[in-house]
Nanobody, 123 residues
Framework: EVQLQASGGGSVQAGGSLRLSCVAS????????FGWYRQAPGKEREAVSC????????YYADAVEGRFTISTDSPKNTVYLQMNSLKSEDTAVYYC????????????????WGKGTQVTVSS
């Protein structure tokens, strides 16, 4: 059974940092793209960042480029999202997802989703 378990959310002041973790159970890392998505209250879910372990390819949304870093630890089956210089507009529920592609515009097409973790940034 495949499962994605996200953790690491919390409350932080603007300018602070958080690191999200996603444990991907039952996946063969080389075969999948892992992504982080977020959904703020009243807004559409959006792609934040994706990574393909097999070739190290990454994607970042413009809003987080230069502040967030996605990484993987294959032996631990874990995908991380290091979030620095957080802004109030980063407040959202963050979800880990997996598929064979990084779906930016059609996020609902991602095959697997974990439960979200709340990130709250206060100004």
């Amino acid at each position: 059974e495949v499962q994605l378990q996200a953790s690491g959310g919390g409350s932080v002041q603007a300018g602070g940092s958080l690191r999200l973790s996603c444990v991907a159970s039952g996946f063969t890392f080389d075969d999948y793209v892992f992504g982080w998505y977020r959904q703020a209250p009243g807004k559409e879910r959006e792609a934040v960042s994706c990574t393909r372990y097999s070739d190290g390819g990454t994607y970042y949304a413009d809003a987080v480029e230069g502040r967030f870093t996605i990484s993987t630890d294959s032996p631990k089956n874990t995908v991380y999202l290091q979030m620095n210089s957080l802004k109030s507009e980063d407040t959202a529920v963050y979800y880990c997802a997996a598929d064979h592609r990084c779906l930016v515009h059609n996020y609902y097409g991602m095959d697997y989703w974990g439960k979200g973790t709340q990130v709250t940034v206060s100004s």
